[in-house]
C-alpha cells in the first residue's frame, strides 16, 4: 500500500511510502528530494552497490536516520520532461539543478538526425533551487503534472 508519512531524513509530512516487495519498502521524500529504501542500511551490499556508482557529491550528502536507513538525493530523469539533480562542489554547499526536456526543432533534427528522440535537454536553462524547494523543481519541468 502507499501511503505519505513524516520524513526520517527531513520531517516533512510529504514522504511517500511505496512497499515494492513484502522485504523491500521505498521511501520517496517531496520535501526534502531524498530516497532510501528498506535495503539501504550503512554497510549492507545493496548499499555498497548502490554507493559505488554515486557522484561524489551524492556521497557527501548520504544521510543515516535513526532507524539506520541510508538516503541519497533523487536524481530524475525523464525523457519527455527533464532532469533534477543534485548539484554543487560538495556537501556544504549544493543545490538542485533542475532542466527542462524541450521538443526538439526541424533544425535541430537535420543537425543531429542519428538522435531518434523528440526532446531534448535545455541544458543552457538551467534553474536551481535549494534542498527544501525540491517541489519546485519538479514543478519547474512539469514532473507532477501527467
Ligand atoms: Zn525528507
Redesign the pocket.
Known amino acids: 500500500m502507499d501511503k505519505l508519512t513524516i ?1 526520517d ?2 520531517g ?1 509530512d510529504a ?1 511517500y511510502v511505496q512497499e515494492v516487495t513484502p522485504e523491500i519498502t521505498n521511501h520517496f ?1 517531496y ?2 528530494g ?1 530516497q532510501s529504501n528498506t535495503l539501504m542500511t550503512e554497510g549492507s551490499e545493496f548499499m555498497n552497490q548502490q554507493t559505488e556508482a554515486l557522484p561524489e557529491l551524492y556521497k557527501d550528502l548520504l544521510f543515516k536516520d535513526k532507524t539506520g536507513k541510508m538516503w541519497m538525493p533523487s536524481w530524475i530523469n525523464d525523457a519527455e520532461k527533464g532532469m533534477i539533480f543534485a548539484y554543487g562542489p560538495g556537501g556544504k554547499d549544493w543545490r538542485w539543478a533542475a532542466v527542462k526536456a524541450i521538443k526538439r526543432t526541424k533544425e535541430d533534427k537535420k543537425r543531429n538526425p542519428n538522435l531518434k528522440t523528440e526532446y531534448k535537454m535545455d541544458m543552457v536553462n538551467q534553474a536551481y533551487f535549494t534542498e527544501k524547494d525540491f517541489m519546485e523543481a519538479l514543478d519547474y519541468i512539469g514532473f507532477l503534472t501527467a
Open positions: 520524513c531524513r527531513c516533512s514522504c521524500c520535501g526534502c531524498f
